[in-house]
């Protein structure tokens, strides 16, 4: 990326200017990842906003479950290359690389989940999790059938489909804000 490049079409406050709990929580993050990941400075534009997205976030992605926390960075990388979203697909999918240990799983994800070197019941969680991305107007029992096929609960179901659901919202804002991935990011797992 171009240094001169902005992150965001829309203004990137200073964190001095940011509210003490979101300028803590950007210092926290900066503190375990050596750097900001531009998602947090373009979404403080609003903090309010900020606030209930990461509130969201943190629900979905880092709880206790069925699924595992590279399994929940799967759905992520799938749906959003199917949203074409570029800060999504890098970001996640470094994150991808590190929590399934593996340089090759995210990439092969992102291009075609189908191919990749994954499990049946992961294919089974990425059918599904596109389908929520995709045709969530066409789920149906049989959907909910082939998860429990492959041992997923329907607590599981709501997991995969609130992850999918919760990144075509954070692909959108990504693609309409012009969000950059960070140069961190291409590098991380590999």
């Given at each position: ?42 979404l403080a534009h609003r ?61 092969q994800v992102a291009v ?57 919202l954070s692909n959108r ?18």
């Amino acid at each position: 990326m171009n240094p001169s490049t902005p992150i965001s079409r829309f203004p990137v406050p200073d964190l001095k200017d940011l509210p003490e709990d979101i300028r803590a929580r950007i210092l926290a993050v900066q503190e375990k990842s050596g750097f900001v990941p531009n998602v947090f400075l373009t979404l403080a534009h609003r903090p309010d906003e900020f606030r209930a997205f990461f509130a969201y976030h943190d629900a979905l992605m880092d709880k206790p479950g069925g699924l595992s926390k590279a399994e929940r960075e799967m759905i992520v990388v799938a749906t959003s290359n199917a949203n074409q979203c570029q800060y999504c697909v890098i970001a996640h999918g470094a994150i991808l690389r590190i929590r399934a240990k593996n340089a090759l799983v995210a990439d092969q994800v992102a291009v075609n989940y189908r191919k990749a070197d994954i499990t049946p019941r992961q294919r089974a969680m990425l059918d599904f999790a596109m389908k929520v991305s995709q045709q969530s107007y066409a789920v149906d029992d049989t959907d909910f059938a082939a998860l429990h096929a492959h041992g997923f609960s329907d607590e599981d179901a709501w997991d995969i489909a609130g992850v999918a659901a919760f990144f075509g919202l954070s692909n959108r804002l990504a693609n309409v804000t012009g969000m950059k991935p960070n140069p961190e990011f291409y590098a991380m797992g590999r």
